[in-house]
């Protein structure tokens, strides 16, 4: 009798206990993670907050919780998506600061824009894809004793501008203007400096993109792309 009462006992006891709460409708649990998007939220923080409001919507899908980040994810979505194309830019750009006769020389400087297609090449070893070289590198230059600079350094070995020598830019979506250039020789390749420093410089600081039609040679005219969003003055160039 006392082994069936226990049996009975135990059985009352775990009918009493309450079922487990299925996690797509767990009212607790999507209330702290609403909490922390909302947070996010508030601080634009939204690459946060999108990783709470998916983890929210997998995980507690059928609460009020999942149903009030439906109504600002794609909002949300959007942000993230900005701060993540915002640094992809930045990325872009390679700052150095070197000792220079007379100081410290400053640049910026930035690649075109390269397709990367199915027919790159592939290492054999890795088998990883290359990226292609880029065609020609835009560089922002403060020297001691040259003074400022804009200058496109070019992968192609001849240049033939001039004199005079022009070529064309546009800005994002506008129309190609005329720019007087200066040619140069690097030593390694071919130089091509902007004169209209100033007039170039306030143009790109408000611009995402810039093309660059170089004079047509042998019926080639080069023609660069450089995703420029991304640059910010520091301090030794252009403050």
Request: one cysteine or more.
């Amino acid at each position: 009798m006392n082994r069936l009462s226990c049996l009975l006992l135990l059985a009352a006891l775990t009918a009493c206990q309450p079922a487990p709460v299925d996690p797509a409708f767990d009212e607790e649990k999507a209330a702290e993670l609403l909490a922390g998007y909302e947070a996010a939220r508030a601080e634009q923080d939204f690459e946060i907050a999108e990783a709470r409001g998916d983890e929210l919507r997998q995980r507690h899908g059928e609460t009020r919780a999942a149903e009030t980040v439906r109504a600002t994810l794609d909002e949300v979505r959007a942000g993230a998506e900005a701060m993540r194309e915002s640094r992809r830019l930045k990325a872009l750009w390679d700052y150095q600061a070197i000792p220079a006769a007379g100081g410290t020389q400053h640049t910026a400087a930035i690649s075109s824009r390269v397709e990367v297609g199915e027919d790159a090449d592939l290492s054999l070893e890795e088998e990883v894809q290359v990226a292609p070289i880029p065609d020609a590198k835009l560089i922002l230059r403060r020297h001691p004793e040259w003074g400022d600079s804009v200058y496109l350094v070019l992968t192609q070995r001849d240049l033939d501008c001039g004199p005079p020598c022009s070529l064309q830019i546009a800005f994002d979506d506008g129309d190609f203007e005329r720019f007087e250039g200066d040619p140069a020789d690097t030593g390694t390749g071919p130089a091509l400096f902007i004169v209209e420093r100033e007039r170039f410089l306030k143009a790109m600081q408000a611009a995402r993109r810039v093309r660059i039609k170089l004079p047509g040679s042998a019926h080639l005219a080069p023609a660069f792309e450089f995703e420029v969003g991304g640059f910010r003055a520091r301090p030794g160039l252009l403050d």
